[in-house]
């Protein structure tokens, strides 16, 4: 052999050792990657979402940790989705304008879908249908729209129980108090400075049951529609409401929705 191709033969070992190398380092890095959980594609994507934490069944705290009937639905289609969610809490009348401030990503407490709320934020899907009901003290005499001639209505602020306590108080020349939670307005109730609370059906149910025989309550009349309830999520998000309204899909075609929904509403 003569020396050139022994040079020859050297340079070539050499340059097939260096290629055997990087790809034995490449393999080694994209191992250590998935076995850390940092592979890009298993990134969860965090998105922040606001939530009040008063108004059960949709949302309230058991030992200091939030759940509901909204907190467990979208906890579910961001596994769906592969979000990872980090929940805001506020007041109900701060949750449009956090979102038009892009503070939050997404909102979730029984929030209505109306038209003047579409015009500066976006809704998933529908979730639920609701309805709005009359609730006074037992004993009260009230059993009906009828009874109200001169009555005083309370309702929360910026929802659609307090347009329904507008029109009914200009109707029956009543008066309406707007308050901020529930809890509030049914003290009000309790100590005699209202005759009548108007709020969502479910929760007022779901009270209502809860306080078993122990309960002052009763709702009265019929049950007024209302809007169906989505997922508010800030304008120029639409991949998001997108990712959202996937999973809402897909949780509704496995049965899940069924199993989340039934947890907190069924009827047996």
């Not at 022994?6 to 250590?32: D, E, H, P, Q, Y």
């Not at 990503?105 to 249908?129: K, M, Q, T």
């Not at 929760?203 to 002052?216: C, E, H, P, W």
Request: hydrophobic share 35%.
């Amino acid at each position: 052999m003569s020396k050139q191709q022994t040079k020859n033969r050297f340079f070539s070992r050499i340059a097939m050792f260096s290629l055997v190398g990087f790809i034995a380092l490449a393999l080694v890095g994209c191992g250590t990657d998935e076995a850390n959980g940092e592979s890009t594609g298993d990134a969860k994507e965090e998105i922040t979402v606001a939530v009040v934490q008063d108004y059960p069944p949709f949302e309230y705290k058991v030992d200091e940790e939030l759940t509901g009937f909204d907190v467990e639905l979208v906890e579910a289609i961001a596994d769906k989705a592969n979000l990872s969610v980090n929940w805001k809490i506020m007041k109900f009348d701060g949750i449009i304008p956090a979102l038009q401030a892009n503070q939050v990503d997404a909102a979730v407490s029984a929030i209505g879908i109306r038209d003047d709320r579409l015009e500066v934020v976006n809704f998933s899907d529908p979730y639920f249908e609701s309805g709005l009901s009359l609730v006074t003290l037992k004993g009260s005499g009230i059993e009906g729209e009828e009874d109200l001639e001169g009555k005083t209505i309370v309702a929360k602020q910026v929802t659609s129980s307090l347009k329904l306590a507008n029109e009914l108080a200009k109707k029956y020349n009543g008066d309406v108090t707007k308050l901020q939670d529930d809890a509030t307005m049914y003290m009000e109730l309790e100590n005699g400075n209202a005759d009548v609370v108007i709020n969502d059906y479910p929760s007022v149910a779901y009270k209502i049951n809860q306080d078993g025989d122990d309960t002052q309550l009763q709702i009265v009349g019929d049950k007024y529609p209302s809007e169906d309830y989505g997922i508010a999520i800030s304008k120029g998000s639409e991949g998001l409401v997108e990712k959202v309204n996937t999973g809402l899909q897909e949780l509704k075609d496995s049965g899940e929705f069924d199993e989340i929904y039934n947890k907190y509403f069924s009827e047996k």
